[in-house]
Nanobody, 124 residues
Framework: QVQVVESGGGLVQGGGSLRLSCAAS????????MGWYRQAPGKQRELVVT???????NYADSVKGRFTISRDTAKNTVYLQMNSLKPEDTAVYYC??????????????????WGQGALVTVSS
């Protein structure tokens, strides 16, 4: 199995910064993509940013220039540095990891797992 554990989040004033972390562990063969999504109250979950296995990033327009994704491939960990936070960034942030895992002897299968969510609250 593959597990992910998120950390970070909290309450911050507008203009402040926060950092989220997400560590994946388990029977991982290869990670193809890691990313962050968020869900604000009463809204659908939306993409924040993803990073592919080759390092290609895809940011939502609303966070470009303010948020930065980075990763430590040796630790299967991804980070989200959030600067210049706005009240509209308030949401639960979810880590998403996709890749290949061991499913049996000499057998691999794909996986997709979500973190438990980290609440980010930005006050005005």
């Amino acid at each position: 199995q593959v597990q992910v554990v998120e950390s970070g989040g909290g309450l911050v004033q507008g203009g402040g910064s926060l950092r989220l972390s997400c560590a994946a562990s388990g029977s991982i063969v290869q990670i193809n993509a890691m990313g962050w999504y968020r869900q604000a109250p009463g809204k659908q979950r939306e993409l924040v940013v993803t990073i592919s296995g080759s390092g290609t990033t895809n940011y939502a327009d609303s966070v470009k220039g303010r948020f930065t994704i980075s990763r430590d491939t040796a630790k299967n960990t991804v980070y989200l540095q959030m600067n210049s936070l706005k009240p509209e960034d308030t949401a639960v942030y979810y880590c998403n990891v996709r890749g290949w895992k061991v499913v049996g002897e000499n057998l691999q299968g794909n996986f997709e797992v979500w973190g438990q969510g980290a609440l980010v609250t930005v006050s005005s």
